[in-house]
């Protein structure tokens, strides 16, 4: 739907005419600045028809990225709970390394109690020696 722009001809071709421009030459003038305006200018028509096309798109667009913000939305709530999930997992991991970890204090009291009940015994084994030692020495 295109509306004209309102140009008076005659009066453009009246005010050429008394300018010195001869007749005819006045009315290609107005003829081809009627072609020129009604190709090249865009009338309110035009504009608001254009408005209407953005708008358009412009909903379009806001729907896309309503859905699209949406989508990431799900996806990074799907990866806070795998996060989550890893995060739980570690916390096992470090309370296994912990109860390791204890299991080896226990571990390494009991070598160093052993350590010191064999040091005893051995002790005891050497001066039961040195003792039998001792009275074989005397008995010879």
Known sequence: MRSTIPFDTHAFVKKLV???????????HAEMLVEVVV?????????????????????????RLASIVKDMDGRFKDLDARFKDIDGRFKDLDGRFKDIDGRFKDLDGR?????????????AM???????????????
Request: glycine content about 4%.
């Open 18 to 28: 008394a300018a010195g421009v001869p007749e005819r030459q006045a009315e290609v």
């Open 111 to 123: 070598f160093k109690d052993m350590e010191l009940r064999l040091t005893l015994r051995m002790g």
């Open 126 to 140: 050497l001066a039961a020696a040195v003792a039998i030692m001792t009275a074989l020495v005397k008995l010879l």
């Open 39 to 63: 190709e090249r200018l865009a009338t309110k028509d035009d504009i608001e028809l254009v408005r209407q096309d953005l708008r358009a798109l412009e909903e379009r667009i806001d729907g």
